[in-house]
């Protein structure tokens, strides 16, 4: 796990001030923290700011799709930006994501739908009965975790959260569950075989997902880029302005 925390902050430049006056020293040094984290992280004052920066933060993804420190830094640094000094690039980003939305995209097609993915449907074709696998072991644990926000009214900041509770619950249940299964019918070595089997499959299976509705996306947009050329024509030009801007 990488944690990044900034830069340290000197304590014995406060010693003068702490000799002086213990409250304001401890104060100054208080407000010296919270400066620093609101520039490490992104403060989001209301929900409309927060939906434009989630935004951003896709098409930030996108661009560096390894590298989650940059992610947040770009995204500061554009909300910086903006605060001091608005301008027309806003209205252009939710322009943007409104027509994507309105024709059923996300900005991960835009940017691929040019590059050519040859053999990916050959692959997913191979790896078919792999995904079946992780897909029939794991679906109770995926359940458990979409179940509540597909049909509770839970603020979606906390999707991530209530994703990773339910898996985690789902693996502490039906793991084992499974588990002892395959024990009783089939033995120790074949159980210990399934039980190692269990998460890589499941990992393999959402992958497996991601990257099939992926490829369908791909190919919707391919087919109404052939014809309406000028609709990805207007959208990929909006996008790499959008990019020239930051």
């Known amino acids: 796990v990488w944690?990044?925390?900034g830069e340290p902050i000197p304590v014995r430049d406060f010693r003068g001030a702490y000799e002086a006056d213990t409250y304001q020293a401890v104060r100054e040094l208080t407000d010296a923290m919270e400066c620093q984290l609101q520039n490490?992280?992104?403060n989001l004052p209301d929900a409309e700011e927060e939906q434009l920066l989630e935004r951003l933060g896709q098409i930030c993804s996108n661009l560096y799709?390894?590298?989650?420190?940059s992610v947040v830094e770009k995204i500061k640094s554009i909300q910086n930006h903006w605060r001091k000094q608005p301008s027309e690039d806003v209205a252009t980003?939710?322009?943007y994501f409104e027509r994507l939305a309105k024709l059923g995209f996300e900005d991960r097609t835009v940017m691929q739908w040019q590059q050519?993915?040859?053999y990916t449907f050959a692959a997913m074709i191979l790896a078919w009965p792999l995904f079946l696998w992780g897909a029939l072991t794991n679906l109770p644990i995926w359940l458990i975790g979409e179940l509540p926000i597909k049909f509770g009214d839970i603020y979606p900041t906390y999707h991530g959260t209530v994703r990773f509770l339910g898996g985690f619950l789902g693996v502490l249940v039906f793991y084992p569950l499974q588990y002892f299964g395959v024990l009783h019918n089939f033995g120790l070595p074949a159980a210990l075989l399934f039980l190692c089997t269990l998460i890589p499959s499941g990992i393999f299976a959402a992958y497996f997902v991601f990257r099939w509705f992926q490829w369908l996306?791909?190919?919707r947009f391919r087919r109404m880029a052939k014809v309406n050329p000028e609709v990805a024509a207007a959208l990929s030009k909006t996008r790499e302005e959008i990019n020239n801007s930051w």
């Open 40 to 42: 490490l992280t992104l």
């Open 217 to 219: 996306a791909l190919r």
């Open 93 to 95: 980003v939710k322009g």
């Open 3 to 5: 944690v990044y925390v």
């Open 116 to 118: 050519g993915e040859k």
């Open 65 to 69: 799709p390894h590298n989650f420190i």
